[in-house]
Structure formats: structure tokens, C-alpha cells
Nanobody, 116 residues
Framework: QVQLVESGGGLVQPGGSLRLSCAAS????????MAWYRQATGKERELVAG???????NYADSVKGRFTISREFGTDTMYLQMNSLKPEDTAVYYC??????????WGQGTQVTVSS
């Protein structure tokens, strides 16, 4: 069974940084694409950043220039480096991966709170 496990969330002050990790139970090269989503209280889940197997990345406008998505095949881990954090970045962050034509996988989520 494919599992995605996030870590690295926590409480940080505005302007601070966090790095989220998503550890996969299988080789991440097998994923068509992977992404980070987030869901704030009372809001819909939204795409934060994505990366394809080829390494092409895309970002939500709200995080461009502040967040960086990356992955490491050797450890089967995807990362989200978050800098210059704002209170509006507060949300539960989810790791996502797709394989084949229909397989979709989600992690359990990690809470990020940006507050002074």
C-alpha cells in the first residue's frame, strides 16, 4: 500500500521559515506528479505547488517567490521550503501523488500555523 507521510509543520512567526517533508513508501520516480496542497479552516483545499516526474514545477500565485518544491529520489522524499511566511499561510498542508491513470494518494496532513 502506498503511503505518504508529512512532517515538519509547526508554529512559526510571520517572516519565518519552515521546511515540510513528504516521505513516500515507494519510489517517487513512479509518480506521474506530486504536489503540496493546503486547506485553511473554512476554506477549500488548494494547490500550493506541484512537480512533475520530469521536474517541471508550478506554484500558486500567492506563494511564488517564497515557496520552493523539490524532491530527492534517493530518499523518496518531497519537500516544500517555505520562506517569508505570512499569517494567511496558516493551514493544514497535504502531500499528494498520482500514479498511472487513476491512482491518487494523499498524506494525513501537517499543521502550519503562522502567528506572533
Amino acid at each position: 500500500q502506498v503511503q505518504l507521510v508529512e512532517s515538519g509543520g509547526g508554529l512559526v512567526q510571520p517572516g519565518g521559515s519552515l521546511r515540510l517533508s513528504c516521505a513516500a513508501s515507494i519510489a517517487i520516480f513512479g509518480f506521474n506528479d506530486m504536489a503540496w496542497y493546503r486547506q485553511a479552516t473554512g476554506k477549500e483545499r488548494e494547490l500550493v505547488a506541484g512537480i512533475t516526474r520530469a521536474g517541471t514545477t508550478n506554484y500558486a500565485d500567492s506563494v511564488k517567490g517564497r515557496f520552493t518544491i523539490s524532491r530527492e529520489f534517493g530518499t523518496d522524499t518531497m519537500y516544500l521550503q517555505m520562506n517569508s511566511l505570512k499569517p494567511e499561510d496558516t493551514a493544514v498542508y497535504y502531500c499528494y501523488g498520482s500514479r498511472g491513470l487513476q491512482s491518487r494518494y494523499w498524506g494525513q496532513g501537517t499543521q502550519v500555523t503562522v502567528s506572533s
